[in-house]
């Protein structure tokens, strides 16, 4: 954090850092840390993820970060991944290809907390497009 904060001097954590002056995620706050706007677009695109599935593959999904294969059937439809749910039976396999990309983006975003550091226009760039692909076929706030 000391390396980052010496030239970044008005932040007290690098997640504040800013590297753009656009507000990509369209919250309407353009003063938030880079990794603010990182984390808005990534909980869009799982809300997105989730509409697509249930709508367009037809089977409810919900992801587990820490359970293999992360995302699971959501057989109750609430959005998360019961202890019921998250078994390797259960794995989703209703995909498409358009669902497994954003799925993948989605995953590689999440897998690197540091994203917002180390390459946070990549990082905006996978989470847009995989939200502009799935709003295609279904209606994304």
């Known amino acids: 954090m000391t390396q980052c904060t010496t030239c970044h001097t ?40 989730r509409t697509y599935a ?9 992801y587990a970060s820490g359970t293999y294969p992360y995302f699971f059937n959501d057989t109750n439809s609430d959005g998360d991944v019961g202890a019921d749910e998250a078994t390797y039976p259960n794995r989703y396999q209703s995909w498409t290809p358009r669902l497994l990309k954003a799925a993948y983006n989605y995953q590689f975003v999440a897998k690197d907390p540091g994203a917002y550091a180390h390459n946070p226009a990549y990082a905006i760039q996978l989470l847009t497009r995989s939200i502009e692909s799935l709003s295609e076929k279904v209606e994304i706030d």
């Open 10 to 49: 008005d932040v007290d954590s690098p997640k504040a850092i800013r590297v753009t002056r656009l507000d990509v995620d369209g919250d309407g706050n353009s003063v938030e840390g880079i990794a603010g706007e990182i984390e808005t677009l990534h909980d869009k695109l799982v809300g997105a993820i």
């Open 54 to 62: 249930a709508e367009v593959a037809g089977m409810p999904i919900a």
